[in-house]
């Protein structure tokens, strides 16, 4: 089992920035894929960004494409979501998620296997 924890969520004003932390623990593997989803309110969970294990190869929803960055430090076992130009329509739960098992690039939520509690992004206009 892997146990993520996210952290840096909040309240910004459009234009903001912020920095989401996603730490794993457990039985950890530099392997692993790690990637970001989101959830409005009312909405389904949307895929956000996804990168690589070795953080080669990232993938972005077009929505966030230009404005987000995801990395990863393994030696700390963390991944992180810096969001630049933030809108109001960017306000969400996000969610870190690891793939162990699925497809090398997948981006849907089914591909991902372990999921963490969420963090509450607010984006006030």
């Known amino acids: 089992q892997v146990q993520l924890e996210e952290s840096g969520g909040g309240l910004v004003q459009s234009g903001g920035s912020l920095r989401l932390s996603c730490a794993a623990s457990?039985?950890?593997?530099?392997?692993?894929?790690m990637g970001w989803f989101r959830q409005a309110p009312g909405k389904e969970r949307e895929f956000v960004a996804r990168?690589?294990?070795?953080?080669?190869?990232?993938y972005y929803a077009d929505s966030v494409k230009g404005r987000f960055t995801i990395s990863r430090d393994n030696a700390k076992n963390t991944q992180y979501l810096q969001m630049d130009s933030l809108k109001p329509e960017d306000t969400a739960v996000y969610y870190c998620?690891?793939?162990?098992?699925?497809?090398?690039?997948?981006?849907?939520?089914?591909?991902?296997?372990?999921w963490g509690q969420g963090t509450q992004v607010t984006v006030s206009s």
């Open positions: 998620a690891v793939a162990e098992f699925g497809p090398p690039a997948g981006i849907a939520a089914r591909d991902f296997d372990y």
């Open positions: 457990g039985r950890t593997g530099v392997t692993f894929a």
């Open positions: 990168i690589s294990w070795n953080g080669r190869n990232t």
